[in-house]
Every structure is written in C-alpha cells, then in structure tokens.
C-alpha cells in the first residue's frame, strides 16, 4: 500500500475527503450513508476546496461499502459531473452486486473523465499514480507535487 501523509483534509455529513502527499484525493465515504442531490453538492464544494482549481485522481470508496446514492442523487451527479476537475476516478467496490451496479452506471452514463473499477484500494493507488505519470509524459504538468 502507498504511504503518504494528509496535506488536506474535509469531512461532509457523509464523507471524509483527504488530499495526500503523492498527490491522490481520497474520499471515503462514513458507513449506511445516502446520498441525496444536497450531499452530492456538498461533496463536490468540498472536493474543490481540496483541490484548489488543480486536476488529480480520486479514489472513492465506502468502508462498508454501505454508502447509497439516491436517484435524484446520481442524476444530479451526472449533471454537474464537470463542476470539480479530476484527472481520473478510481471506484473502489466491496461486493459483485456493487460491482455490476457500477458497471452498469458507468455504461450508461458515460462519465467525461477516465473512470475505472478496482477491488482494493492498493490497485486503484497505482492505477492513479500511472495516470499522473502518463499526463506528465503527455504535457500536463499543472499538478503540484507534494514532498
């Protein structure tokens, strides 16, 4: 697993938002959370206050894998699925059900950033620093790098 330290941190009502050292956001949503239309626009402020108008990968996850999004939720997610830059999203999933289910999302719903499925958060970590190492390699070098 990489070891990094916090450099930012927020907390919503139904998530913690971490921006470590090597330059990942990590947002880990609390356990038995729903998230409705007014948390998601609550997330993303926080996730741009983190961010500070820089593009970095994110990982989401759920701990319990309990965190559900209601359908005004995801719609409203789509909508204003460009109101915070990412460089990538990891989506860490707990369970087959969670996994077909994000799937099926992804296909529908075709997200505008790179989105992809990991089982654990080590691989989704390593996913997310090659990604950052294939935009240094082709010319995005906007993103600060932590030491």
């Known amino acids: 697993m990489n070891t990094y330290k916090i450099v930012k ?21 609390k356990d038995m959370v729903q998230v409705t239309p007014v948390e998601v ?15 970095y990968p994110f990982i989401i996850s759920a701990k319990s894998g309990s965190a559900v999004y209601t359908t005004e939720g995801l719609v409203y ?3 204003h699925e460009d109101d915070w830059p990412k460089l990538c999203v990891a989506l860490c999933i707990k369970n087959l059900a969670q996994r077909m289910l ?14 992809k499925i990991f089982d654990n958060i080590s691989a989704a970590e390593t996913w997310c620093l090659s990604e950052v190492e294939n935009s240094k390699r082709n010319g995005f070098e906007s993103m600060p790098i932590f030491i």
């Not at 626009?41 to 593009?55: L, Q, R, V």
């Not at 994000?102 to 989105?115: E, R």
């Open 9 to 29: 941190q927020k907390e919503t009502k139904t998530a913690i938002i971490t921006l470590g050292s090597d330059c990942i956001v990590r947002v880990s949503f």
């Open 102 to 115: 994000a799937n099926f999302y992804l296909k529908i719903n075709k997200p505008t950033s790179t989105h």
């Open 41 to 55: 626009e609550e997330n993303f402020k926080a996730y741009n206050e983190i961010i500070d108008g820089e593009s």
């Open 77 to 79: 997610a789509k909508a």
